[in-house]
Every structure is written in C-alpha cells, then in structure tokens.
C-alpha cells in the first residue's frame, strides 16, 4: 500500500494545477516582484490576479513581503518539492509492485510451458 500524502500535497497539486497560477510561478522564479508587476502580462484583472496569488500564498508556494504600499511575492520551491518526493515514492511502489506481478505471470508461465 502507498503512504499517505502530506497534508499540504492537495493545496499544493490544487495551486499548480492552474495554467496562470504556474505562470506567475515562472516568473517569480527569476526573483520576487511586484503583485502589480505579476499582473501586468494577464488579461484579466488586478483582483483576479491577486486571488491567484492567495491561493499561492495558502499552498506555501509564495511568500508576501510589505515595503510601504508595495507587496513583493517570492517563491519559495520546498513544496514543490514534497509533491516531488510523493510523486517518487508513488513510483517506487508500482515499479516494485509491477516488477513482483511480472515475476509472477512469468513464474506462471513457465510452469504452463512445462
């Protein structure tokens, strides 16, 4: 059986699941910025874009610092990479449980040829 999830692993999957969610984390990748620097390539508004970057702040995928009326967002990757280690232990447990089926169809069938 697999282990259980993190708890943030939902909020997480959930937060970059978004195609303009990820953009923002793309560019957010080359250093912080301006909430209204991040708004500026999408149509759609500075409200909406914000609601984008509060459903990144709840997954822990970005961090908001205040400097007079300026929010800066940061990214911050460790929970990206726990969705990572989730994604390699699901791997893990069916590759082995897959190669332990194998092994046995093939014992099966060796015994049927005999």
Do not use: Y
């Not at 999408?42 to 205040?66: C, G, M, W, Y």
């Not at 232990?89 to 089926?101: E, I, N, S, V, Y």
């Amino acid at each position: 059986m697999t282990q259980a999830a993190p708890a943030g692993l939902d909020a997480t999957l959930t937060a970059i699941a978004d195609p303009t969610r990820r953009a923002i984390l793309g560019r957010l990748s080359r250093g912080e910025a301006r909430v209204t620097e991040l708004a500026r390539p999408f149509p759609i508004s500075l409200n909406s874009v914000s609601k984008h970057i509060r459903v990144l702040e709840q997954a822990r995928l970005v961090t908001r610092r205040k400097a007079g009326r300026d929010h800066f967002i940061a990214f911050n990757p460790a929970p990206l990479g726990e969705v990572n280690s989730w994604i390699e232990r699901q791997c893990a447990f069916w590759t082995g449980a897959l190669d332990d089926l194998e092994a046995a169809l093939l014992a099966e069938k060796d015994i049927h040829d005999e």
